[in-house]
């Protein structure tokens, strides 16, 4: 087998089942399987993925690596390292793409200096992903989002890679879009191909997790500040007075907290108000990462007082 067209670079963490399907989804492209390949990076799963990838039979090359829990950015940059191909093409392991995928990101590269990107459709069906319809919230402004995204490798090279400051969840790609823009990369739009994103049914008992993950993107906001400290920076990640005040406006008397949130929220849900549970969840994980970024804010305060000292 000669040298790949393209790679596709996949990290996962904990993701099993839709990682799955998302591979199986891989063996059903239109383009050459002796063309592209297919590099996953576990970030330390503690599932089956290691079982499931060894029992997986797919007609492409799939390379499996795994490495101790490092973050997104950590997983990617293993896997441009392992890839072989032109073109990088950056999916997540709960993404199910279309079989014409491959090959319209390979026909958007016949533009030069480019950065491909896909539209992401958003579903709650785990059994057929790809029977979601686009919706409005499905838009999205990013220059570079790894979701469905790729670029030529000599161009990720030359911007300096993901940057592993970012170990936890959250903005590891827009910050290395700011500098695959500075490069002088454009963006174009790859309508045909899809990816579906897969994501669990909100329940209550699933609200500490999102809890954290918010918390954390809050605190790589910051890390994403200090990478570009402009004020572009600071409006895309809420970082001002006004949106510090509001949060603290919304979330007066901790009511996030209170036990009767929780009995409203589990009325909600037991009820099926599915868009009143998301509802009040949005405004407990925007406080949440918020306050993430007051953590690390006041970190880096104290961080800043010990050098001067």
Not at 55 to 70: F, G, I, M, S, T
Not at 101 to 106: K, Q, T
Not at 183 to 202: D, I, M, N, Q, S
Not at 238 to 248: A, K, Q, Y
């Amino acid at each position: 087998m000669g040298q790949p067209k393209a790679s596709i670079i996949i990290p996962t963490f904990n993701r099993q089942v839709i990682l799955q399907k998302a591979l199986v989804a891989l063996a059903r492209s239109t383009f050459s399987f002796d063309e592209f390949e297919v590099v996953v990076v576990d970030d330390g799963s503690t599932d089956d993925t290691k079982d499931m990838i060894a029992a997986l039979d797919v007609p492409y090359k799939l390379v499996y690596e795994q490495q101790q829990r490092k973050g997104p950015a950590s997983a990617r940059n293993r896997g441009i390292n392992l890839a072989r191909g032109e073109i990088m093409i950056f999916i997540d392991s709960d993404i199910v793409v279309v079989p014409g995928f491959v090959a319209a990101h390979l026909e958007a590269h016949r533009q030069p200096r480019v950065v491909a990107i896909g539209p992401v459709v958003h579903t709650n069906e785990l059994d057929n992903p790809d029977s979601a319809s686009f919706k409005i919230t499905d838009l999205s402004r990013a220059f570079f989002a790894t979701g469905n995204a790729s670029v030529a490798k000599q161009y990720l090279i030359k911007a300096g890679l993901f940057d592993e400051d970012f170990d936890q969840y959250g903005w590891e790609d827009l910050e290395l879009g700011h500098r695959l823009r500075k490069v002088g990369l454009r963006k174009v739009k790859v309508p045909e191909a899809v990816g579906y994103h897969y994501k669990e049914e909100l329940t209550v008992a699933s609200i500490p997790k999102h809890r954290q993950r918010e918390r954390e993107r809050g605190r790589m906001a910051v890390v994403f500040y200090e990478k570009d400290p402009c004020w572009a920076t600071r409006l895309q990640v809420e970082m001002s007075p006004i949106m510090f005040g509001l949060d603290r406006l919304l979330s007066l008397g901790n009511w996030s907290e209170a036990k009767a949130t929780q009995r409203l929220l589990e009325f909600f849900e037991g009820r099926g108000w599915s868009w009143s549970l998301r509802f009040v969840v949005r405004l407990i994980t925007h406080h949440d990462y918020m306050e993430g970024m007051r953590e690390a804010l006041r970190e880096r305060k104290l961080r800043s007082q010990a050098s001067n000292k």
